[in-house]
Nanobody, 121 residues
């Protein structure tokens, strides 16, 4: 049974930084990808960034390229999202996810409970 538990959310001013963590318990197939999705109030859940566990190949949504960095620590089974230059439009609930494909929420097999990120002055 795979469980994903996020931490590190909070409130920050525009231009600030936060790092989200996602601790995984149970075994996730090394061929799978892990990802961060976010869902703002009244909007659909969108993929922010993803990384394939075995190859470490990463990809990002255009809206966060150059500002967010996804990484995965295989030894500690922990996924990270380093966020810098945060903007008010980054405000959302951020979800850790894992699956065979991570491009769309419909393909995700495992979800975390979410971590709230609020960016405001």
């Amino acid at each position: 049974q795979v469980q994903l538990v996020e931490s590190g959310g909070g409130s920050v001013r525009p231009g600030g930084s936060l790092r989200l963590s996602c601790a995984a318990s149970g075994d996730i197939d090394s061929r799978y990808c892990m990802a961060w999705f976010r869902q703002a109030s009244g909007k659909e859940r969108e993929r922010v960034a993803q990384i394939y566990i075995r190859s470490q190949i990463k990809s990002y949504a255009d809206s966060v390229k150059g500002r967010f960095t996804i990484s995965h620590d295989n030894a500690n089974k922990t996924l990270y999202l380093q966020m810098i230059s945060l903007k008010p439009e980054d405000t959302a609930m951020y979800y850790c996810a894992a699956g065979r494909w991570c491009t769309d929420a419909v393909n995700i097999l495992y979800w975390g409970q979410g971590a709230q990120v609020d960016v405001s002055s």
